[in-house]
């Protein structure tokens, strides 16, 4: 099992927290007990010296026959005890200890050097400073030594007692540092989050939405103007093509129906049915362009409650007449109470009519179509013609993509203009097969409450 480095911040930051904790628990208590050490023995050694220098201050020739040296009551009750583990001894250029204290026989002077200046060395648990000092013309050195096992060195019981007390407080607020540094992160990471959420409701329709930087840290803040700015060149993007668009539609439609008007006039019939479909088919992609455009400007204050049965009744009243013209039976199915959807009625009278006008086209004179409301919302559209041979019927409702493409009376564009008008809804489509063949297409539009 291989463990890689995680993609989540929080994970990453927590993990790298971890291991800082961790070097910290372990290398901080190392330094301070190193720490602690190095200035206990500066100290000792500071009190040793001064300790042989108040004995050179009270060298005198008086020595008595034991070879003790005669101290002041104070130094010489210091040194009279084993209990805090002193002793001192005075040694000659030979090597000759010419007096010493008490308890001094375990300390091993021999092994300290005689330097010319003071020095202090550990040997066999014992911290010895040897101090030079010149005394009738000769040069003695007075050495001083702390037995670091008896009671009276309590610096190592002191050091241990507290890395203890050190250690029972540090590890504490090591631990805690990952707990705040969670909420914290968390928090940051939650108001990120609803930003993101709010970035990705941006759609279409709510281009004039911009995002909040309120408690974001500075960080993340040129991100959010970078997303405000994206936002505001895509709606002014919408907004110029759609003013293209509506200005394109505009100036066809004069011509183009000042052309039909003309080309009535030809007398050949068969040119004339001709150039007459050719402007039908222009007209016909022009107004799919007019409702293109208007899409664009849809929002969700457009999105009221409509009743499909009275839509899908008005929407055929129109569209009969160039159904029945065309040799179209149409058959009209819909329950008796209103089915109501949250809606726009242009733009599902326009889907409606796309999918009406698609039946007509791409099938039979004759073939008989049949609108239906049902009573969950879905309006559908059946013909008996020749079904759909797509085998991926997704690419139906791309833009400009066409089944038959040897014909001239469709740019690609009805059910793509459906597909958008479905999506505007929340709803989808379905595309099938008839239940008696023919092409089924039906559109799944969401309930409106029924408190509404």
Request: glycine share 6%.
């Amino acid at each position: 099992m291989r463990f890689g480095w995680p993609r989540s911040l929080i994970a990453r930051i927590l993990l790298l927290e971890g291991v800082a904790i961790l070097c910290a628990a372990i290398l901080i208590p190392l330094l301070t007990g190193s720490v602690l050490q190095r200035t206990k023995a500066i100290y000792q050694e500071k009190l040793l010296v001064a300790q042989a220098q108040s004995i050179a201050a009270e060298l005198t020739q008086a020595r008595s026959d034991a070879g003790h040296l005669l101290l002041p009551p104070a130094l010489e009750a210091l040194y009279a005890s084993t209990y805090d583990g002193r002793a001192f001894a005075i040694v000659a250029a030979t090597g000759r200890a010419v007096a010493f204290s008490r308890h001094a026989g375990g300390v091993p002077w021999q092994a300290v050097p005689r330097s010319r200046t003071a020095r202090s060395l550990w040997r066999a648990g014992y911290v010895i400073v040897s101090v030079p000092v010149r005394l009738s013309g000769a040069t003695l050195w007075i050495l001083v030594s702390q037995d670091e096992t008896r009671p009276g060195a309590i610096t190592d019981d002191i050091t241990r007692a507290f890395l203890t007390r050190y250690l029972a407080l540090l590890l504490p607020i090591l631990l805690l540092l990952p707990v705040v540094n969670s909420v914290l992160i968390a928090r940051l990471v939650r108001s990120v989050r609803q930003v993101s959420d709010r970035a990705a409701a941006i759609g279409p329709r709510s281009l004039h939405v911009r995002l909040a930087d309120t408690g974001l840290p500075t960080e993340v803040r040129p991100l959010v103007d970078a997303t405000n700015g994206l936002v505001e060149r895509l709606e002014q993007s919408f907004a110029a093509q759609a003013e293209f668009v509506g200005n394109v539609v505009h100036e066809l439609r004069t011509p183009l129906a000042t052309l039909r008007v003309r080309l009535d006039a030809v007398a050949d019939d068969t040119l004339r049915a001709a150039l007459l479909a050719q402007a039908d088919r222009m007209s016909h992609v022009v107004s799919q362009l007019r409702d293109l455009a208007r899409l664009d400007s849809i929002s969700d204050e457009d999105l009221v409650a409509v009743d499909l049965v009275a839509l899908a009744r008005d929407t055929l009243a129109q569209a009969a007449p160039m159904a029945l013209a065309s040799g179209h039976p149409v058959a009209f199915v819909a329950p008796d109470a209103p089915v109501r959807v949250r809606g726009n009625r242009v733009l599902l009278d326009i889907a409606l009519t796309n999918l009406l006008s698609n039946a007509v086209r791409h099938t039979a004179a004759g073939t008989a179509i049949e609108v239906a409301v049902c009573a969950n919302g879905a309006l559908v559209v059946t013909d008996r013609g020749p079904g759909i041979t797509v085998s991926d019927r997704s690419l139906l409702t791309q833009r400009f993509w066409r089944a038959d493409h040897l014909r001239s009376d469709s740019a690609g564009i009805g059910l793509s203009l459906v597909q958008r008008i479905v999506d505007l809804h929340d709803g989808r489509i379905e595309i099938g097969d008839g239940a008696d063949g023919g092409a089924r297409f039906a559109l799944l539009l969401p309930l409106m409450p029924a408190s509404v």
